[in-house]
């Protein structure tokens, strides 16, 4: 009898979602890391962009993929902010 493990086919699946759904949920992101710690000062310490980039990475499993959307969210999130431009951006890219 064939057992399956981990290395089946369904479990190595990427995912891919629309370009249109990632910018959506990215921006949403980007908009509740800013507005979210001033509404509730205790969530001051997530990071609501870096998760959707580890999510996203994962999920599509593809490195440059990754890299790519880390350093688009990063350098998005370092433009509203007083730090200095690309901080966010080499951070995120290291993590996607």
């Known amino acids: 009898m064939a057992r399956r493990g981990l290395s089946t086919r369904r479990a ?5 979602f ?8 990215v921006l949403f992101a980007l908009f ?5 710690p001033h509404l509730f000062p ?3 310490f997530l990071d609501l ?6 999510f996203f990475s994962v999920s599509q499993r593809s490195q440059m993929a990754g890299t790519f959307l880390g350093m688009i969210v ?4 370092d433009l509203p902010t007083n730090q200095p431009i690309g901080i966010n951006g080499i951070a995120k890219s290291i993590v996607g």
């Open 12 to 16: 190595l699946e990427q995912h891919t």
């Open 18 to 25: 629309p370009p249109v759904v990632t910018a959506v949920i």
């Open 32 to 36: 509740l890391g800013v507005y979210l």
């Open 42 to 44: 205790r969530y001051d």
């Open 49 to 54: 962009p870096l998760i959707i980039v580890i």
């Open 74 to 77: 990063g350098l998005a999130q």
